[in-house]
Each structure stands twice: as C-alpha cells, then as structure tokens.
C-alpha cells in the first residue's frame, strides 16, 4: 500500500504542474492521494482471495476461471526463516541461539547467507545437545551447537506462553499411549516430524532415542525454558542491570505490539511516571507469570465488567491473584496503570490492556495488517489528509 501512495504522490506533482492556480491545487493535492489508493485499493480487490467485496454479475464468469491463489505464508513460518541461520539438506533450521534472538528482537539485519551444515557437523551437533545439563542457561549454552526445526520451533513458542497449570497438560498431548512418558517416536508423531533428528530430540532421548521422557524432566525443561526467556529480556531491557527502571519495564510491556495507542501510552509514561525509580527481577517474574495466565485473568475481569464496577487498583490486583495465586507488587501495579489509564480516572480499559498483553505475550504474532475494505477506506482517508495538509503547508490556507 506505500508503494501506491508514493505513486499517489508522484500523480500530485504532475498535477502540480500542469495546473497553476492556486484554488484548485488543495482539489489536486488531494485527489492525488485518493487516486493512488483506490488503484491500490483496485488491484488488492482484484487479485487477493481474502477479499470478500462482491464482484459484478458481469464478471462471474472471469472470476471462476482465475486460478485459486497458493495460501498465504504465515507469520510464524516467515519469522522462522527471517532467524534460522543453517540449512541442511536445503531445509533452514535454527539454532537455539537464534530462537532466542526470535523471541526477543522484532527483526534481524542478516548479513551472511545460512550455513549450510555438512552431515559431520549435524552429528557433532547432535552430540553436543545429548550431553547437555538441564538447567535455565541450556540455550546460551549450546548457542550455535544445535539445530530446531520449524515444528519445534512452533512447540517451543507454545511452551512460552503455557502457565504452570498446562504443563502437566502438554506432557499428555506428547504421551500418545498414556504410560506417563514419552518416546522418541510420540514426540515425532504429535510434532509432525519426517525430519532428521534435531537437538531437542538428542536433549529430551539421547543421541540414538533410547531414552525416554519422564514428567518431571519435561516440567523441568518447560520451567527452565520460560526462565530463561525471561532473564534474556530483563537483561536486554535494563540493559545488564540487577533492576529494570519504570521506564524500561513499560517499553517492554509495548515491545511487539501494534496498538494505535502506543504513543498515547508512551506519554503517559513519561508524564505520570517518576523518573529514577526500578523495579527488580523477582517482580518482573512475578509479572511474566501473570501475563502467561492471560485467559483466566481475562474472566474475572469481564465478570467485573459486567456486574458495571470500575477496574480499579484493587480489583486488578485480586483477579491476578485469582489467575496465578500470586500477587505484583505495588510498583508493577503503579506503572501497569499509568502507563494504560488514558483518561486520568484510576481504571482501566480491560478489553485494551488484554489487547496489548496479548500481543507481547505472542511476541506480535498475533498482529495482523490492515486488509479488505476497511483497511482501504482508512487508506483512503490518510491519504487525502497528507495531500492537504502538504497543499496547505506549501501554499498556505486557500480561505
């Protein structure tokens, strides 16, 4: 759609000009923006199949003889080969590092090509990971040493966002025959894998899959993976401080989402917010844990909502305990509500807020860009906007 509207912007030059008075410029300035978008507006029309605009009776017909359009790529698929740095046997694979690196950056200036993996280095790999210690550093710790396929790399982001009480819950999904345990060939089943090994298999089953996978370990790993996650972006966002500044901590509410309101919120902060005060890693666990209990939260605060009570301070701060059994602290809470209380009254918007956690909690994921007829029409609108108001600034008001 940018590209339309800079050809919308070469159109309002060219009528520029070709038309020297003054009182019909501002008409020209901005029709130049409505025409680039309702070419654009035509063309997406035209040859997207998520369209849903009826066609006329005249071109029933054409339609029918159109190709079906291959299905679009999703965003997890195309985050993964965006992060994946080796290939073997042509197939893109991450590295534990660079699924970290996934979950934490918004996008990733690759200057090298994947490497590809000859069979020797898969298998050292391979080797590397059956040896490794469970623990909350397993990650760093075998870096570039290891391989994730796009399937495990879709079960690992599903791990990041399970509360406590799911983990007994994914475990039976793995545990096909349920004799509470898991073998090699379960997992390759419910993950869908044809794939060669992979380093999480080498982890979880040995180097040869002799192994096999007991609940407690699985709870482990899944408990070892979140922490981990977490203390990379506590150290990213406070930049390898023991403690994250207010500040800080809202920017990482807001990393990842695609709210309107971002702006709005980040002025809140830098109004409402004290400067120089932190918060530690214990509450910034304590807030992870929360955010990760997302849907129970969201049940108690619509039955707030629907019995017409404001959601105060006190009434967030007992649905979270309600969701998770545990409490934020009073400095998470603060900073939650000045940075989310738009209007100054000490409540919050529930739909919003679960709004914006949802998307950092999915790592934006979730987010998807403007399409169909309102996603035009809003085009449309922003367009004729920027050819007034440039017609405006360069020729001054034509009243």
Not at 221 to 249: N, T, W
Not at 268 to 273: A, P
Request: charged share 25%.
């Amino acid at each position: 759609m940018a590209t339309w509207a800079r050809f919308g912007l070469s159109l309002q030059k060219l009528f520029r000009r070709s038309w020297s008075l003054r009182n019909i410029s501002l008409q020209w300035s901005v029709r130049s923006g409505v025409v680039g978008c309702v070419i654009a507006g035509f063309i997406r029309h035209h040859y997207e199949a998520r369209w849903t605009v009826l066609y006329p009776t005249v071109l029933a017909e054409d339609t029918k003889r159109e190709e079906t359009p291959a299905p679009p790529v999703s965003m997890r698929r195309v985050r993964f080969h965006q992060f994946a740095s080796v290939t073997y046997e042509q197939e893109s694979y991450m590295t534990p590092r660079d699924f970290l690196y996934s979950v934490m950056l918004e996008g990733v200036d690759r200057k090298l090509q994947k490497k590809p993996l000859t069979k020797a280095e898969m298998e050292k790999m391979l080797t590397v990971a059956s040896k490794a210690k469970p623990g909350n550093h397993l990650f760093r710790g075998i870096g570039d040493n290891g391989l994730i396929s796009y399937t495990e790399y879709l079960f690992l982001l599903t791990i990041l966002t399970k509360p406590h009480t799911g983990f007994h819950i994914a475990f039976q999904m793995l545990d096909v025959d349920g004799n509470e345990q898991v073998d090699k060939k379960e997992f390759e089943k419910v993950c869908d894998s044809d794939e060669p090994s992979t380093s999480l298999q080498a982890f979880f089953f040995g180097r040869r899959g002799q192994n096999k996978l007991q609940y407690r370990e699985f709870y482990r790993f899944m408990e070892d993976l979140q922490a981990e996650v977490q203390e990379m972006e506590f150290l990213q966002f406070s930049r390898g401080m023991g403690s994250m500044l207010r500040e800080d901590f809202a920017d990482w509410l807001l990393h990842f989402t695609n709210e309107e309101d971002n702006e709005a919120y980040l002025e809140n902060m830098r109004r409402r917010i004290p400067a120089g005060e932190s918060i530690t890693f214990e509450e910034f666990k304590a807030f992870c844990l929360f955010t990760n209990n997302l849907d129970d939260f969201a049940l108690s605060m619509k039955m707030i909502a629907e019995s017409n009570r404001p959601i105060g301070m006190a009434e967030f701060k007992r649905a979270v305990k309600i969701a998770t059994g545990q409490e934020l602290s009073e400095n998470v809470l603060d900073t939650v509500f000045k940075l989310f209380d738009l209007d100054g009254d000490n409540c919050l918007s529930h739909m919003e807020f679960i709004g914006v956690m949802k998307d950092r909690v999915l790592r934006g994921l979730r987010v998807q860009s403007q399409q169909g007829v309102s996603g035009f029409w809003k085009c449309v609108k922003r367009e004729m906007l920027k050819g007034a108001q440039e017609a405006l600034s360069h020729r001054g008001s034509p009243f």
